[in-house]
Structures are given as structure tokens and as C-alpha cells.
């Protein structure tokens, strides 16, 4: 036993929402999901509380400055084995600038679609989670079952 404690990834993801549609990005160029559909998202820094990270990830990755307080927890997803991953998904009641791809080298491009005919091709634990937080789910896991288990 090496004595080393369990670290669990901890993630951030928008659900920028105009109407009934949301706001998806094209994954490119990241070695996960390429090609796929998925959020503005990223991991949180040490020292960071989430929804300072969140606030960040946005201006990253859209352009768009968000203040912590105006953003609202929707659900909150467990994803394993392997490196486990939690993630909060967090809702912006405003936020100030156009929403652009400010990362073209990590997105294909930006899209909205109807939270109820989310693309063929968005990461399947993403989708869960949108369903989720908008059905008022506060908590999922996204954990495949080992083999033998029912």
C-alpha cells in the first residue's frame, strides 16, 4: 500500500442556453472525442473554487465573461473506472460579450441545438448530463458495469 491518497479529476461544464437550445462545441485536435459534440468545459485548478473555474473556462474557450455569482449548479455527474471524474454542470443566468470559439485549435465550431435533438455525435455522457440537469437531476453517475454485475 503506498499510502498515497485517491485524487478524484474535478470538471467544470457550461450549459449556455438561449430558449430551448444549447450551446455545444465541436471537440478537435484533443485526443478525446474528437469529432464529437460536447461543452465548454475544463478542469479546475488547485486553489480555484468551481465556479471561478467555470467563469474561466468561458473566457477561454468562448470569449464571455461570467460572474461566479451568476452561476446556477444544474447536476453534478460521476464518471469511472479508471480516472475518476467529477463534474459540475453549471448554467450562466448572463453573461457579457458574444460567445465566439476562442480556441479554434481545440473546436471545430460552436453550435446551438434543442435540448431535445442534441447531434447523433455528442459525447454520450454529455447528453446524459444535459437531460439530467435540465429534468432537475441533481446527481448521476456514468459508470459502466463490471463484468458479471447485473
Known amino acids: 500500500m503506498s499510502g498515497e491518497r485517491f485524487k ?3 470538471e467544470v ?3 449556455f442556453r438561449r430558449g430551448d437550445a444549447i450551446l455545444l462545441s465541436k471537440r478537435a485536435n484533443t485526443g478525446y472525442e474528437d469529432g464529437n459534440w460536447g461543452l465548454v468545459a475544463g478542469h479546475v485548478d488547485g486553489g480555484e473554487p468551481l465556479t471561478v473555474a467555470a467563469a474561466r473556462e468561458a473566457l477561454e474557450e468562448v470569449g464571455v465573461h461570467i460572474a461566479p455569482a451568476d452561476l446556477t449548479l444544474r447536476t453534478v455527474m460521476h464518471r469511472g473506472p479508471g480516472d475518476e471524474r467529477i463534474g459540475f454542470f453549471f448554467e450562466p443566468s448572463r453573461w457579457s460579450g458574444e460567445i ?7 473546436c471545430d465550431g460552436l453550435g446551438w441545438f434543442a435540448l431535445d435533438a442534441l447531434p447523433a455525435n455528442t459525447v454520450a455522457y454529455v447528453g446524459k448530463a444535459i437531460g439530467d440537469a435540465f429534468r432537475g437531476e441533481v446527481y448521476s453517475e456514468d459508470w459502466p458495469p463490471a463484468a458479471g454485475d447485473p
Request: avoid cysteine; aromatic fraction near 8%; glycine fraction near 0%.
Open 8 to 10: 478524484l479529476i474535478a
Open 13 to 15: 461544464y457550461l450549459l
Open 100 to 106: 465566439v470559439n476562442a480556441e479554434p485549435h481545440k
